[in-house]
């Protein structure tokens, strides 16, 4: 049995904190909820300096594009609403549909030859086992070249008279080819160009891509005596899938919109057979000085474009869900 003393201890009630602590305790949280709010600020400001930038040149420049594709426009007079005069005017065009047609044959053959050689040099890369580092830096190497040196540099290759192919072709008794200046190979020559100059990045990815994929479905593939082609089928295609389905759109998107190589080696020829949907939009503003028409025909390169990759990436998604 316990004392009356004990009990009365027991009894007591516990000690109340005391009041002086917590003015302590609520200038650290004022402190912290400070603190908080000062970060929070700061990654908003950036946040909206951002947005500002991006929609100052992004944004407005897209929307003021779609309003001058409607309008009367050459930056000396004043611009007069025409409605769909501009698109009237590209469509009775004769070159507009050529323009067209040549930048379709263009990104036809630039995936034949662009998407399937870095895939191929990126599987050449990864079987290699020795001077793998100086391999990927020569094939990156023309990605660094500026676009127009790389042309320029292309356009004496080509040259039917001094040019490195005709040269070396008379070297070992053959005869030159008009490269540039024949309709049948103008278009080829351009793609060759276009191809050499951006294979680096795209096969670069490729590289990481398969790095991705683990040894051990190569080592089982291997043991069930299973070839080159075979492995590419059943390993590395199905496990890059993803990869070459994204990149295949963004290379339609870009050859799309081809234009230096025809600007700079052929202007368009011969016989208008590198007339491309920008170079003729190149022509509309800035030596037709027609900017109106210049913006309905980008307007319409947007749309086209923009209906093909919603398509594709629906055309993916159900494959994906199948």
């Not at 007591?12 to 909820?33: I, Q």
């Not at 100059?197 to 683990?214: E, F, H, Q, R």
């Not at 994204?246 to 590198?274: H, I, K």
Request: net charge positive; proline share 6%.
């Amino acid at each position: 049995m316990s004392s009356p003393r004990s009990s009365s201890l027991l009894a007591w009630p516990a000690a109340k904190p005391s009041r002086a602590g917590r003015p302590a305790a609520t200038r650290v949280n004022r402190t912290r909820l400070r603190r908080k709010l000062k970060e929070n600020l700061t990654a908003y400001g950036l946040l909206c300096a951002a947005l500002v930038v991006f929609a100052l040149f992004s944004w407005y420049p897209i929307v003021r594009g779609v309003l001058l594709s409607f309008q009367q426009v050459d930056f000396v007079n004043a611009p007069t609403w025409v409605g769909f005069g501009n698109f009237a005017k590209l469509f009775d065009d004769p070159l507009f549909g050529v323009a067209w047609r040549n930048t379709l044959l263009f990104t036809g053959l630039a995936l034949v030859f662009g998407f399937a050689v870095p895939f191929l040099t990126a599987v050449l890369l990864n079987e290699l086992r020795h001077a793998k580092a100086f391999f990927r830096l020569a094939v990156y190497l023309p990605v660094m070249l500026p676009p127009v040196v790389t042309a320029l540099m292309w356009k004496w290759f080509y040259d039917p008279g001094p040019g490195l192919f005709n040269s070396a072709l008379g070297a070992v008794g053959l005869p030159g080819g008009q490269w540039l200046d024949s309709s049948g190979t103008a278009m080829l020559s351009l793609v060759f160009v276009s191809t050499w100059a951006n294979m680096g990045s795209t096969t670069l990815i490729y590289l990481a891509a398969l790095g991705t994929i683990p040894g051990e479905l190569y080592e089982a593939a291997e043991l069930d005596g299973a070839g080159l082609w075979k492995r590419l089928r059943h390993v590395t295609f199905p496990q890059t899938r993803f990869v070459l389905l994204v990149l295949l759109l963004l290379q339609v998107v870009a050859t799309m919109q081809v234009f230096t190589e025809p600007y700079v080696m052929t202007g368009g020829g011969p016989d208008d057979s590198t007339v491309t949907v920008l170079l003729l939009l190149y022509r509309y503003a800035f030596v037709y000085n027609d900017f109106g028409s210049a913006s309905a025909m980008s307007l319409l390169l947007f749309v086209a474009l923009g209906v093909f990759s919603a398509w594709y990436v629906r055309l993916t998604r159900k494959a994906d869900q199948s």
